[in-house]
């Protein structure tokens, strides 16, 4: 079973430097509990990494570039990981949350600002170590991808909800938590792409540097491979759900457009009949002079123009759609 430990007290220290000497894999877990610089400090000192090293492993601005966040040699690999907490409620956005990697030949060093709970259930399974050591840090970035996939599952039943309730609606109330689901779909879609786009494009170098330190145990399985794959393939969910959410968008538009040309279409003869009874022309002054006149041009042509509409829109809706034969 793997060692792991989650500080870098003196006794762990004095126990990792002992599995170091006798070249056992281990794996130490940091959440950033005090003051980051102080941290790193701690790192450089039980396990004597450089300062380029500890800047790249230091740094979670989240405005600075994932490439300016990887450093690698021949002995070791820093870079940035991703993962999403559960959302909790279908209107509340994915909130990414980075874990800075350190691959080395005798250890993989993780660290964080926040609990970690994907790594805290991890090491709590005591992974073993039967296959390689490449094997625990592959293990650790599934981990955190599992967690990706689990927020766009859950943006997908966010859309299915919305599409449940855009087909429900029919003119009901509910349209503010509609906008508010869509809204928090899209803003969650945006997030995650910003965040597994640029992941996805670096993890390619990341699992090159990765395979090639030296003294870190391999065996014929593609595991990088693997996390690129699913990486690739959120990516495509993504863009997937963003067609169906503009799909969506455009269902509801299609709806206000048609309650509005509902209510033009309602008063297009009666503009025409006002219009048509307020000109003082002769003969409508001359022929149109008793009440009976009135009710058969005034109401009857409002009349009439009423039922040629109904025609009209009970042959359109009688017709088959393009392409099919209207006996389905």
């Avoid at 993504?238 to 299609?254: F, H, K, P, R, T």
Wanted: with cysteine; glycine share 8%.
């Amino acid at each position: 079973m793997i060692r792991s430990f989650d500080n870098l007290g003196p006794d762990a220290a004095g126990q990792i430097a002992e599995h170091r000497r006798r070249k056992e894999f281990l794996w130490v877990d940091l959440t950033v509990s005090g003051s980051l610089e102080s941290t790193l400090a701690e790192v450089q000192k039980v396990l004597g990494v450089s300062a380029d090293v500890l800047a790249a492993l230091g740094d979670f601005d989240p405005n600075h570039a994932l490439a300016r966040k990887f450093y690698a040699d021949d002995e070791r690999v820093a870079f940035p990981f991703h993962w999403v907490p559960p959302r909790g409620s279908a209107v509340a956005s994915p909130d990414p949350r980075q874990v800075n990697f350190l691959v080395h030949g005798d250890y993989l060093l993780t660290l964080h600002r926040d609990a970690c709970e994907p790594l805290d259930r991890l090491r709590a399974k005591r992974p073993v170590t039967k296959r390689s050591e490449q094997y625990v840090v592959y293990l650790a970035l599934d981990e955190l991808t599992n967690t990706i996939f689990e927020a766009l599952g859950e943006i997908e039943d966010s859309m299915a909800l919305l599409e449940t309730e855009l087909a429900e609606a029919k003119g009901r109330g509910g349209r503010k938590q509609r906008g508010q689901i869509m809204l928090a779909t899209r803003q969650g879609l945006t997030d995650l792409r910003r965040t597994v786009g640029p992941q996805r494009a670096i993890f390619e170098r990341v699992a090159e540097e990765v395979s090639q330190l030296e003294g870190l145990e391999g065996d014929r399985s593609a595991y990088f491979e693997r996390i690129f794959s699913q990486l690739d393939h959120v990516v495509k969910g993504i863009d997937a759900v963003s067609q169906a959410l503009s799909s969506s968008v455009e269902l509801g538009l299609n709806e206000t457009i048609y309650r509005l040309t509902v209510i033009a279409t309602i008063f297009l003869p009666l503009t025409f009949v006002t219009g048509f009874f307020g000109m003082n022309f002769g003969w409508m002054v001359e022929e149109v002079d008793s009440l009976a006149a009135f009710l058969v041009f005034g109401l009857g042509t409002l009349v009439l123009a009423g039922l040629a509409i109904l025609y009209v829109v009970d042959r359109q809706s009688a017709l088959p759609p393009p392409g099919g034969s209207g006996d389905d």
